[in-house]
């Protein structure tokens, strides 16, 4: 399999010497399956070497096709899962464990059904010790920054998918983590409610300029979203080559960026890069 | 613009529900239960008068014997006693039956060394051990408490333990991807999650109570309903005998409608996902 180096791929010019947000190095996971009591357990690597760096401000996506390892990645990034080997550092400190310098946001919304909008945004800041004034304040910010400023008293079985994710975005940003993880967090919605959420999604980071992993299975998805994007082969998961997406900040909608010859050029590079087939 | 198919469908989704439940508003069922209500008794009153008052009574005989029993201060009396026993040893269950619920639900190793103690409990009809109970308490006010509580815990410790473990696993995850200390989990994850389970066995737990406060009232016989059934059915009063038992009955509504209240109140959403 081609394992294309990392430090050369990443080595955008203008990123020189800047500290990266993320740094994954060599991170390996494999998991004990076993298939009756009799049998001797085998070892599944969904994991193998994974190396890369996402900085400030990026949008970065991975993507592979299912059971390729892109969710566990992002979980162990959160420290939900531990890994076998290698390194995690985010802004330098190593991951030992969940912490509150990453934000998560769930495929589903998971939001905690006796809990209001609002009550939802601030949860993590209740772990913080933040106190009841300035919880209130800051969720009633972001739930105005993802669209959702008159839904603050609504319970979340009064919302629909859409709205619940936003919810569950603004739970995530409102502990200002360092780096926001997204786990496939449009692929429950239907189309039309995902195409929104993908263009609010730029909005906001273009507001809070924050540094994004995304999980998503979706090429489309994967670049109108990425500023870079990491394919990930299947069995063992190892990082297949990375993508530098050239649409820039201020990109057409998805609709428009579809007819670009950039966009089906990539499309169908990552697409064979995946499937491990010749282009269509 | 970005959120009109969003608002839209919660917009029909809200119409929907208000058209649905004015609909049924609409339907007569309250006529339907009224009528029901006096066809029956009105059978039982004429079927009543054929048989010998030794062996069944009729409605208008239970209401004057009523009217007596209130009268003379004897129900009023036994239903305050029975009230004691019901409300203390049904307090005392659900706060054992909970707090042991949640440690068997959240944590294997208890659950491992309890579960065959708890299911062999649970499955024995337990009002069978009153005479033994009566040897170790005697015939007092601490006897008919332990059959209560020993009634009514397991159906609280059981379904406050199951609501515990079915707590859906993603929402734990929402805690730890969070940082939250177990203690943190406990308290703003599991224990609200599980609380609808622990009303529904709350609710089960009240009719097991009364059918252990009645039971230890036949066995200690000295007052309370449970007594003043036997008593009046020893003297062969039928109609004063049915007095008890309605009241008891209505004390089982009463009890059970609030259980019901308290489930909606505590977990609303869960009364609307139900529709």
Not at chain 1, 33 to 62: C, D, H, T, W
Not at chain 1, 189 to 197: F, I, P
Not at chain 1, 211 to 221: A, Q, R
Not at chain 2, 90 to 104: C, D, E, P, W
């Amino acid at each position: 399999m081609k394992q294309i180096d990392v430090a050369t791929t990443a080595s955008v010019p203008n990123r020189a010497g800047e500290a990266p947000r993320l740094s994954v190095s060599n991170v390996c996971k494999a998991f004990r399956i076993r298939k009756g009591a009799s049998q001797p357990a085998a070892l599944l690597q969904v994991l193998k070497s994974i190396s890369f760096e996402v900085y400030n401000n990026e949008i970065v996506s991975l993507i592979g096709e299912s059971g390729c390892g892109k969710t566990t990645l992002l979980r162990i990034i959160q420290g939900l899962i531990h890994h076998d080997s290698g390194t995690l550092l985010v802004e330098g400190q190593p991951v030992t464990g969940p912490g509150r310098d990453r934000g998560f946001v769930f495929q589903q919304p998971s939001l905690l059904p006796w809990r209001t909008a609002q009550e939802n945004v601030e949860f993590g800041l209740e772990l913080q010790r933040m106190s009841a004034t300035d919880r209130a304040a800051r969720a009633r910010k972001l739930l105005q920054l993802v669209g959702l400023g008159d839904a603050a008293e609504q319970f979340p079985h009064q919302l629909s998918g859409g709205m619940q994710q936003r919810v569950g975005l603004a739970r995530a940003l409102a502990i200002e983590p360092a780096l926001l993880l997204m786990d496939e967090p449009f692929s429950a919605l239907d189309a039309q409610t995902r195409e929104v959420l993908q263009k609010e999604l730029l909005r906001i980071q273009a507001e809070t300029h924050k540094t994004i992993v995304f999980v998503t299975h979706d090429l489309d998805e994967a670049l109108y979203l990425s500023d870079r994007i990491i394919v990930l082969g299947a069995r063992p998961g190892g990082v297949k080559e990375i993508i530098e997406v050239p649409f820039g900040s201020n990109r057409p909608e998805l609709p428009l960026l579809r007819g670009d010859p950039r966009f089906q050029a990539l499309r169908s590079r990552i697409w064979e890069l995946i499937s491990n087939r010749p282009t269509l | 613009m970005a959120l009109t198919t969003e608002v839209d469908d919660a917009a029909r989704e809200t119409e929907l529900e208000e058209l649905g439940g004015s609909k049924a508003a609409r339907k007569p069922y309250w006529l339907v239960r009224a009528i029901s209500i006096v066809l029956i008794l009105a059978l039982w009153e004429v079927v009543g008068r054929q048989v010998s008052p030794l062996f069944m009574s009729y409605p208008s005989a239970i209401a004057r014997a009523a009217v007596q029993l209130t009268a003379s201060g004897e129900l009023w009396g036994a239903f305050l006693s029975s009230m004691e026993t019901l409300t203390l040893g049904f307090l005392l269950a659900t706060i054992a039956g909970v707090l042991l619920g949640l440690l068997i639900g959240r944590y294997r190793y208890v659950d491992a060394a309890t579960d065959w103690l708890v299911n062999a409990l649970y499955s024995t009809p337990l009002v069978a051990i009153t005479p033994l109970v009566v040897l170790w308490f005697g015939l007092g006010f601490s006897a008919k408490l332990f059959i209560v509580f020993i009634l009514a815990i397991f159906p609280v410790l059981i379904n406050t333990a199951s609501g515990v473990r079915n707590v859906p696993s993603q929402l734990i995850d929402v805690g730890n991807a969070f940082a939250a200390s177990e203690r943190e989990i406990f308290a703003k994850v599991i224990l609200p999650a599980s609380l609808p389970y622990m009303m529904t066995g709350i609710r089960l737990g009240i009719g097991r109570a009364i059918i252990g406060m009645v039971v230890a009232e036949f066995f200690t016989a000295i007052n309370g309903l449970g007594a003043l059934i036997i008593k009046y059915g020893n003297q062969f009063e039928t109609a004063a005998m049915f007095v008890p038992i309605l009241c008891l009955m209505l004390m089982g509504v009463v009890y059970t409608a609030i259980a019901i209240r308290f489930e909606h109140w505590v977990a609303p959403w869960r009364h609307t996902e139900d529709e």
